[in-house]
């Protein structure tokens, strides 16, 4: 029987490592690439431990070379959504009731198993399946994915100590329960780590779990799937069913075991969820939980203080770095008219010294976008401001799709602030920017503020301190994480809980202890110790 009381403390982050040209984790990379470049994978659906085949199947491709299969994956049907509801259910009771702290052992072994063990293989699958160079690759699946587990057990630690006050002749003691169903979890294509921390975060609190992954990062979270069995996570915990959506969402939704959903993915998607949820109501045992990190239109804001050299370095970084698809990418930029011809000169010159193409070439630092539908998307939005007489492109413009879904980092520059390209998002390689007089500034910041209907990231930059804090209480509301003198790119889980409001979600702050407790039912305890027998109040006695 355990009898010691648990404290995770805070972890430090994972090292990341830097993949020099003959270094151990740069050779092994390279091979595990060659061998997964040279398998065709066969990928079921996992219900209950068990492997299940459909015969119904898609294909997984190279999104920088589309005619080369890495595998085939099975989809699930109605049946098998039902069964993996099933599967969910079953394994509820024994995976709440088994102590905390082994639910913790065994994640954080999942966390030691892919930074050690299975380094290469997870970020060769992220590489090769979702076209992220080996740094991209490196801080998404294996870092950032090792920090979300060892910070959670940390949070989870700090939650269940939480305890009310006891008085004379009473204990009185809180329970955290995990939900009374199954959580939904629906994952994006652009980070292996969210996907991993949208079902472990749950599972870590004691909840089961039913797993859509996006049909364009199945390789990456397949293999999780192997290690979290290798890790002893007990089969129903998680349960991993590729597929259509329409299709698993119409049997999930209709489940009154339906306890939660955690989804990362766009604004509309999850404004359907939500509908979808509030439809069915009636059909479910307590109210779901609604947990989503939805778009974004970030934005870098440019006081005429600012140092135009250390604007364009974070422009062009935060706004192309794994070909835009980030949530957190700069989309839209304000620069001062005094500013922008050296800020835009900075940025050319980084776009020339970088290269695009296959992420098996280390020297490639653009990749390609993830899908033809993606690709087309961003290619409309170009192709609206070459046709536009409020717009010019002033760097690329340029893509090709004959080998993979290739976009080059593109600038454009509008004269309107309500320049479609400043408004829509757009998930791909494409600043927008508007230039302001440099007398403008509190006019223009309350364009930033009020032109997108987002508040996920944004930065703003600046020599000026006092100008730039009267910036941030203007734009308090315009995003979940606020830079100053930086980009608005990445986020460290223990550092910048990431999460934000408006449309973009619901700003419950992944790698925080905020997103945890959605995932628990507390229950209130009190005990009296001796009850009273008489009914009488002091003064009638």
Known sequence: MRNAIYNFPIPNNEPVKTYLKGSPEREALEAELKRQS?????????????????????????????????????????????????AAMAAHEQWEQLDWTVRVAILMRVAELITGKYRALINAASMLGQSKNCYQAEIDAVCELADFIRYNAAYASKIYNFQPKSAQNQINSVEYRPLEGFVFALSPFNFTSIASNLALSPVLMGNTVVWKPSTTSILSNY???????EAGLPDGVVN????????????????????????????????????????????????PRLVGETGGKDFIFVH?????????????????EFQGQKCSAASRMYAPKS????????????????????????????????????????????????????????????????????VEPTVIVTTNPHFKSMEEEIFGPVLTVYVYEDADVDATAELCDKTSPYGLTGAIWGRDRVALEKLATKL????????????????????????????????????????????VL??????????????RYTYMK
């Open 38 to 86: 040279e398998t065709i994978l066969d990928i079921p659906i996992i219900i209950g431990g068990k492997e299940i085949r459909t015969g119904n199947t898609g294909k997984v491709v190279m999104p920088h070379d589309h005619q080369h299969t890495l595998a085939v994956y099975h989809k699930a049907g109605e049946k098998e959504v039902k069964m993996a509801i099933d």
């Open 223 to 229: 293999y999780l799937m192997q290690i979290y069995k």
């Open 240 to 287: 991993f069913i590729p597929g259509s959506g329409a299709v698993i969402g119409k049997e999930i939704f209709a489940s009154p075991d339906l306890a939660g959903i955690h989804f990362t993915g766009s604004s509309a998607t999850f404004k359907t969820l939500w509908k979808q949820v509030g439809d069915n109501l009636d059909t479910y045992k307590a109210y």
């Open 304 to 320: 005429p203080s600012a140092v135009a050299e250390e604007v364009g370095n974070a422009a062009f970084c935060g706004a192309f």
């Open 339 to 406: 500013l922008w011809p050296a800020i835009l000169e900075k940025i050319k010159d980084s776009a020339s010294k970088v290269k695009m193409g296959d992420v098996r070439d280390f020297d490639n630092f653009i990749n390609a976008v993830i899908d033809e539908t993606s690709f087309d998307n961003i290619a409309s939005y170009i192709d609206y401001a070459k046709n536009s007489p409020e717009a010019e492109i002033v760097l690329g413009g340029g893509y090709d799709k004959s080998k993979g879904y290739f």
């Open 476 to 519: 308090r509301y315009a995003a979940g994480n606020f830079y100053i003198n930086d980009k608005p790119t990445g986020a460290v889980v223990g550092m910048q809980p990431f999460g934000g409001s408006r449309a973009s979600g619901t700003n419950d702050k992944a790698g925080g202890e905020l997103n945890l407790i959605r995932w």
């Open 522 to 535: 507390p229950r209130s305890i009190k005990e009296t110790l001796v009850p009273p027998t008489d009914h």
